[in-house]
């Protein structure tokens, strides 16, 4: 079981200093983006639906006044 430990090598040793700092900033940019595209996708969806409910309600107010007698 030890061979085994002693074959594998460490990914990447530690940044230090300047490295360690943009790596960090980046990791966080790149978190930032994510979080961004979600919420501009879940923003996009709830924008549909709501667009979908608003043309719905539409079609029934203009389908029960035609329905009225003049």
Do not use: Y
């Not at 085994?4 to 040793?13: I, L, S």
């Not at 983006?33 to 029934?60: C, V």
């Amino acid at each position: 079981m030890s061979d085994d430990n002693k074959k594998q090598r460490p990914d990447e040793p530690p940044k230090r200093g300047d490295a360690a700092w943009r790596a960090h900033r980046d990791a966080i940019a790149s978190r930032n983006e994510q979080a961004s595209r979600l919420a501009r996708a879940r923003r996009h969806e709830k924008d549909s639906r709501l667009r979908a409910q608003q043309m719905e309600a539409e079609l029934r107010e203009r389908a029960s006044l035609a329905q009225r007698p003049s």
